[in-house]
């Protein structure tokens, strides 16, 4: 099992991280802290990917417009918040988007439909990404060890104990996002 994640994990991590990354990178952070994955590499390859993800979302939309809108047709209900997070916040919105279950893949798309600068999206985007990688990776690979000094010889529990963590705060979330 430890080869199977020593051989592929960066490379599973860089997929999920396309696409969002939230609990792949949380459970990199914990891999790392066990010794199986390297943490400044899980951060590197989270982050790029989520980077590279954002911009695809971004340029897709921008390139796209009909696309786009037919992608986002059935989460009117999130592109409203979306849209009304892009008016309080304004820029800052990149940075708020990478922590918020639901509006994730749908602020880049909402960005690119608007006339907001494609350099000034990228810039914000290269920080805010930075950012999210060094807090959730770094968090998790603290908590890696609390959370294996309680599966002592068994740190494949404890990544399933994260794992299980990140899917009720999932859940969590999309409750609050439904009401």
Known sequence: ME???????????FAYSFGGGF????????????GDLNIYISIAVAATSNFLGDQFLFFLARKN?????????NYGRKIALAHIMMRKYGSLVVFIQKYVYGIKTLIPLAMGLTKYSSLKFTIF?????IIWAVIVGYGSYTAGEYILSVADDFKYIGIGIVIVIALVISYVFKSIDKK
């Open 3 to 13: 080869d199977l994640i020593k051989d592929w994990g960066y490379i599973a991590l």
């Open 23 to 34: 609990v792949g990178l949380i459970v990199a952070g914990v891999l790392s802290f066990a």
């Open 65 to 73: 417009k009909s696309y786009a809108k037919d992608m986002m047709k």
């Open 125 to 129: 985007n290269v920080f805010a990404t």
